[in-house]
């Protein structure tokens, strides 16, 4: 094992959503109950050799639109850690949600990593259905398909390895077609969830979030986060403020936008 196949891995806040019900985060969840905010989030995975952008999160024109605050705009964000988005080579896209695919025309010269089921389901019949489709951008599923025929996205049926370091798995369950990333880092494997596990007590305490296409493949797939990283407290959920808290900012001045997860999470 070389250097280059360890890699630095960063959380990027970009967005937040505030004044949850617990029913909006936890299917049977009290609706009288309050609940955890939920943060948006994209992801950097560097080595010496390879960049690796994961989602690429959602716009100002979205965002007014669904009603999320806009912290800090995803090339921003990539930009604070010295990233040029347009000279990214590799956007891994976990599924086509708005929250995790817009914004990919700031890559011109990426590949986009995505999973054939998850452009089936995008694209075929549960899009007719609201409860299915209503997470999703029409625009947004319509441009990655202009991309298909462009030949720059890259397929993967399952589980497969990006790069020595860097690899997806195929978890379903919130989608037919979500993929988390599992990464090598100076602390072991690290799995980011993205929305296999929306907050940690969506997988710590097996309470299933309500957008779901398949809730016994999203309690299967806890299990199956566990088993791709070194520890439980290793796996990075998709959406949770605990994350901006258990994890230290990479220099001063990025406080509260940005947090390095390839270290040891904060005693609880």
């Not at 004044?19 to 905010?37: L, Q, Y």
């Not at 950097?44 to 806009?70: H, Y």
């Not at 007719?128 to 720059?152: N, S, T």
């Amino acid at each position: 094992m070389s250097d280059s196949d360890i890699y630095e891995v960063y959380a990027i806040k970009y967005a937040t959503l505030a004044r949850r019900k617990a029913s909006e985060n936890f299917i049977g969840g009290d609706p009288h109950e309050e609940a955890s905010n939920l943060d948006y989030f994209i992801w950097l995975a560097r080595s010496s050799e390879r960049t690796f952008v994961i989602d690429t999160g959602f716009d100002a024109r979205v965002a007014k639109r669904r009603g999320r605050k806009m912290i800090t705009p995803p090339g921003r964000g990539l930009k604070l850690l010295g990233v040029d988005a347009k000279k990214v080579k590799d956007v891994i896209i976990t599924h086509l949600h708005y929250d995790h695919v817009g914004n990919f025309g700031l890559f011109p010269a990426a590949s986009f990593h995505l999973q054939d089921d998850e452009m089936a389901y995008a694209t075929g019949r549960h899009m007719a259905d609201k409860f299915f489709g209503h997470a999703y951008e029409a625009d947004e599923v319509i441009g990655m398909v202009r991309e298909v025929y462009k030949g720059r996205v890259r397929f993967h049926d399952g589980d497969a390895e990006l790069a020595p370091g860097v690899s997806v798995h195929r978890i379903g369950g919130h989608t037919l077609g979500l993929q988390a990333v599992r990464v090598r880092t100076r602390v072991g494997w690290i799995v980011l969830a993205s929305d296999a596990a929306h907050l940690y007590a969506n997988m710590n305490d097996t309470r299933p979030f309500p957008i779901v296409f398949d809730v016994a493949r999203m309690i299967k797939g806890y299990a199956r986060l566990r088993e791709l990283a070194d520890a439980q407290e290793l796996v990075i959920p998709g959406h949770d403020p605990l994350v901006m808290q258990r994890y230290a900012a990479p220099r001063a001045g990025l406080e509260g936008i940005v947090v390095r997860l390839d270290q040891n999470p904060k005693a609880q």
